[in-house]
């Protein structure tokens, strides 16, 4: 079995961002058109600092066309990269993987959705612990649909097929389904008003906590 064969055991992640201006299509009936690429911006900025808090990522890398989407995330200390191909999500995920591999051939990359505003830093270290033992790996979402996390070992590519009924594809694919209980933070993407209400509820970060509270989001109790 071909397991995570970075010395340090860290791990680079690539994180998907839309420009802002099409992110989160659906979460504008709930929040407004004008808050919904400021809460796009808040999801992306506390999913990156919580991952580049964790102690078992060495970096993260957003791969964005949205020049104020980067600068901020790069502020947080992301490496930005565009969107060279231009051809969706899995390409850009495909891009931001060889990105990664082309500074560093033998580190394990994992794809992270952009949409995790109350991810914490433990739950994903235990996901990536998880995934270290297998050539792939991914997470189901909230839903158990999709997919917000998929991994590659060192030598591996990560082959991403994420969108719609992703998790079923990653499985058929050989990707090993991580079945951690406990880390609903590192499965609670938003793409909907009832999404946010129970990622508020389960308790964000900073940026979204910020803009909640401007928006007078609450969560229910």
Request: charged share 20%; with cysteine.
């Amino acid at each position: 079995m071909a397991t995570n064969t970075d010395p340090g055991g860290l791990w680079s992640l690539v994180v998907p961002l839309k420009p802002l201006a099409r992110a989160k299509s659906r979460l504008g009936r709930a929040a407004g058109e004008l808050a919904r690429p400021r809460l796009a911006l808040a999801f992306a900025q506390d999913t990156v600092a919580a991952a580049l808090s964790c102690a078992r990522v060495r970096d993260v890398v957003v791969v964005t066309d949205d020049a104020a989407a980067g600068a901020a995330l790069s502020a947080l200390g992301a490496r930005v990269v565009p969107d060279v191909p231009a051809a969706g999500l899995n390409a850009a995920l495909a891009y931001g993987a060889r990105s990664v591999r082309a500074l560093s051939p033998a580190v394990p990359v994992a794809a992270l959705n952009a949409d995790l505003p109350a991810l914490r830093a433990g739950e994903l270290a235990r996901v990536l612990d998880f995934a270290s033992a297998f050539p792939r790996a991914f997470l189901r979402d909230a839903a158990g649909i999709g997919t917000t996390f998929l991994s590659c070992g060192g030598g591996t590519e990560l082959c991403p097929a994420f969108g719609g009924r992703s998790a079923a594809r990653h499985l058929a694919s050989g990707a090993v389904e991580i079945t951690l209980p406990g880390v609903d933070s590192v499965r609670r993407d938003v793409d909907t008003g009832e999404d946010l209400k129970v990622a508020l509820a389960l308790g964000v970060g900073p940026y979204t906590g910020r803009l909640g509270s401007v928006l007078s989001l609450t969560p229910d109790r």
